[in-house]
Nanobody, 128 residues
Framework: QAQLVESGGGLVQPGGSLRLSCAASGFSLAHYTIGWFRQAPGEQREGVSCIRGSDGRTIYADSVKGRFTISRDNAKDTVYLQIDRLKPEDTAVYFC?????????????????????WGQGTQVTVSS
């Protein structure tokens, strides 16, 4: 069975950094679009970033642009989300997801595109 696993979350002070990892079990991420999403308690799930499988294009939500960096290491078959200058409002469970579809509207990858596989999430808590 296919499965995604996130890791790297934790408790960090404002201004700190974390690097989240997304790895797959049962398949390779090499040709998938990988998205990172987050959900805070009582709030809607928010797409924050993705890296396209077709061309490697990276996409970021405006709320995280300049602080979040998504990347792929094919040798390790892992996708990373580097988060810098963390803010308390970044506190959420972060999920990675894998998709096979391709879409012309880049924003759709973060705002409603279907993803085939999801991980269980990793908790990021930003607090002083």
């Amino acid at each position: 069975q296919a499965q995604l696993v996130e890791s790297g979350g934790g408790l960090v002070q404002p201004g700190g950094s974390l690097r989240l990892s997304c790895a797959a079990s049962g398949f390779s991420l090499a040709h998938y679009t990988i998205g990172w999403f987050r959900q805070a308690p009582g709030e809607q799930r928010e797409g924050v970033s993705c890296i396209r499988g077709s061309d490697g294009r990276t996409i970021y939500a405006d709320s995280v642009k300049g602080r979040f960096t998504i990347s792929r290491d094919n040798a390790k078959d892992t996708v990373y989300l580097q988060i810098d200058r963390l803010k308390p409002e970044d506190t959420a469970v972060y999920f990675c997801a894998a998709a096979t579809g391709g879409y012309s509207a880049e924003s759709y990858y973060l705002t409603g595109a279907p993803y085939d596989y999801w991980g269980q999430g990793t908790q990021v808590t930003v607090s002083s």
